[in-house]
């Protein structure tokens, strides 16, 4: 029996790109009835519905954002870490959803709150529920870290403190329980430190922070449960070592050879490259401005590291690896994840590669093949912008409707 439409809703733009799709088309009517997309095409059938006119704006699907901090408050990154309590935190957090989902990010993977509670999760839940804003999450809870890596919080205290902060575990054993508890919390995901970081001062992107036996029992662990994982990863060790363990993704590898970019490829993993995020930093080394109120530290290892961090770049738009967008937002403000498009550009990836990355890539990565699809069957989550992204990749910037779940959440006359 065929499903009763006609009180759906009509969503009719000049222009439609699917998410899959080498170029834009025209003319697109899209049916949205309870949710999902019933139907696409130049006409859609009969019936007396809504319908929303998007003149000659572009129809997208709704982008995916594969690596945020939906938590962090990157103005005041230690004082979240020792003093503010979970409550403060997820209240913080809540214009941070809504802003994001104004902005057409409809779905997003938070890669760890630094909080002891798993709050991600009841943000995570609460959304899902209707009873706040937001883009639909997949959650990693914590990183967990090996000590003096760079999930371990603690490092950052002067040692007065006498404390730790993170989720720590060295060893097999103990990763293996770390693991467990957090799928336990509900986690759909499962975040670990494979390499070293440039923002912590204890550590350095290009050292392997767990050994392989640690990472196999790790990710062993995860899989039982059903649980993917990926791994904080610059270095190219870390990031070979985290590939054999079987990880689904990797977050960065931006200090990873062509050799290990083959290797992901050949074992169908997807790297999240954040590109933005060291785009910027390589861009501002002479600005002093820039790296206040930032350990000195940091900025050290993004010298030391310019010329391989820039190779690495290369690399990976040369590769066929597949390549899903993730910004590491609330390491900086999170209303300019969507330069991560630019960035990813300016390397040299195409714009229709780092479309597909926050659309049909991510969704194939997060296993949602129901989500960054224009097409019957999928849900409906379709945002669109007046210029053309695969003419100026900016226009991405400039989201100005989203529907949301088919609802809509801003509409086109929205402020």
């Known amino acids: 029996m065929t499903a009763d439409t006609s009180t759906g809703t009509v969503v009719v733009a000049g222009r439609c790109w699917d998410g899959r799709a080498e170029a834009p088309s025209g003319h697109t009517e899209v049916l949205v009835h309870r949710g999902r997309i019933a139907e696409v095409g130049a006409r859609v059938s009969g019936g007396t519905r809504q319908v929303v006119d998007l003149g000659d704006r572009m129809l997208l699907p709704g982008f995916i954002d594969c690596h945020i901090h939906t938590t962090v408050d990157p103005s005041a990154l230690l004082t979240a870490f020792v003093a503010d309590p979970a409550t403060v935190i997820a209240l913080r957090a809540l214009p941070v959803l809504r802003d994001l989902l104004d902005r057409g990010f409809t779905t997003v993977r938070d890669l760890a709150t630094f909080a002891t509670e798993p709050i991600t999760i009841h943000l995570r839940d609460a959304i899902a529920e209707g009873l706040i804003a937001g883009p639909r999450m997949l959650v990693a809870p914590h990183l967990i870290s090996a000590r003096a890596a760079h999930g371990d919080i603690s490092t950052l205290l002067a040692p007065e403190h006498g404390h730790e902060i993170g989720v720590l575990a060295d060893g097999p054993a103990a990763v293996t329980r770390a693991v467990r508890e957090e799928i336990r919390a509900g ?214 409707f989203v529907m949301h779940d088919g609802a809509v959440h801003r509409p086109i006359d929205a402020p």
């Open 187 to 400: 986690a759909d995901w499962i975040k670990f430190g494979a390499t070293g970081g440039f923002g912590t001062p204890t550590d350095d992107p290009g050292q392997a922070t767990y050994t392989s036996q640690e990472m196999d029992a790790l990710v062993a662990t995860a899989a039982d449960l059903g649980v993917p994982c990926t791994p904080h990863a610059y270095g190219d060790e870390g990031v070979a070592r985290a590939v054999r363990a079987g990880v689904r993704s990797i977050e960065h590898g931006n200090l990873a050879s062509a050799e290990t970019l083959a290797l992901m490829q050949g074992r169908g993993v997807f790297l999240v490259p954040t590109q933005f995020m060291v785009s910027d930093a390589l861009e501002h080394l002479d600005d002093d401005e820039y790296w206040l109120g930032k350990d000195p530290a940091e900025r050290a290892k993004f010298r030391r590291y310019t010329d391989q961090l820039r190779d690495s770049a290369r690399n990976v738009a040369a590769s066929e690896v597949r390549v899903a967008f993730g910004t590491d937002a609330g390491m900086f403000p999170h209303e300019q994840n969507w330069r991560e498009f630019p960035a990813m550009v300016h390397t040299g990836i195409s714009p229709l590669r780092a479309l597909r990355a926050a659309t049909s890539t991510a969704a194939d990565l997060l296993r949602r093949p129901d989500l960054g699809r224009i097409a019957p069957g999928a849900t409906a989550d379709l945002i669109a912008v007046p210029g053309d992204p695969f003419d100026d990749i900016d226009a991405t910037g400039a989201v100005d």
